[in-house]
DNA sequence: ACCATGACTAGAA
DNA sequence: CTTCTAGCCATGG
């Protein structure tokens, strides 16, 4: 973007029920202390190997209403790829450890365990 | 309409 | 174990 457009908030500018409001939806549903992947989030959606587009979609959650947990979503082996994509640098971080997720070295240490797979838990 | 990019993933070498 | 390749599809130039 060569200059900011404030006429468009969303990234389409379209309608609300894109696809990028499913993803947020299936956001919003991971629990406290839980975490799933792009992945995980996109197989729900359908398309399992559409992850890169969740991820995109994560672009605008932080401009999204009511607010998203994109700090609860990481790639597939745990490691906060995102969290560069925050306002102060760190706070994903920050975020995951204060919900009781140990984070260690930019990576979840007990991923496994935190994981939230919303393909069966949510149903 | 075409090309490049991206907060990804699975499989092959 | 690491590195590479291909597939995915919305967005911007």
Same mark, same amino acid.
């Given at each position: 973007?060569?200059?900011?457009?404030?006429?468009?908030?969303?990234?389409?500018?379209?309608?609300?029920?894109?696809?990028?409001?499913? $993803?947020?939806? =299936?956001?919003?549903?991971?629990? /406290?202390?839980?975490?799933?992947?792009? #992945?995980?989030?996109?197989?729900? *959606?359908?398309?399992?190997?559409?992850?890169?587009?969740?991820?995109?979609?994560?672009?605008?959650?932080?401009?999204?209403?009511?607010?998203?947990?994109?700090?609860?979503? $990481?790639?597939? =082996?745990?490691?906060?790829?995102? /969290?560069?994509?925050?306002?102060?640098? #760190?706070?994903?971080?920050?975020? *995951?450890?204060?919900?009781?997720?140990?984070?260690?070295?930019?990576?979840?240490?007990?991923?496994?365990?935190?994981?939230?797979?919303?393909?069966?838990?949510?149903?």
């Amino acid at each position: 973007m060569t200059k900011q457009k404030l006429t468009s908030i969303k990234p389409s500018g379209k309608r609300e029920e894109s696809f990028f409001e499913l $993803v947020y939806e =299936v956001a919003r549903q991971i629990p /406290k202390g839980r975490v799933t992947s792009y #992945g995980a989030i996109a197989a729900v *959606l359908g398309t399992r190997l559409s992850a890169r587009m969740v991820g995109w979609a994560m672009n605008g959650a932080g401009r999204a209403r009511p607010k998203v947990p994109a700090h609860r979503v $990481v790639n597939r =082996v745990g490691l906060l790829s995102g /969290k560069h994509h925050f306002k102060p640098t #760190g706070l994903m971080e920050k975020l *995951l450890k204060k919900e009781g997720i140990k984070v260690k070295d930019d990576k979840i240490v007990n991923f496994k365990e935190v994981f939230w797979d919303p393909a069966k838990e949510l149903i």
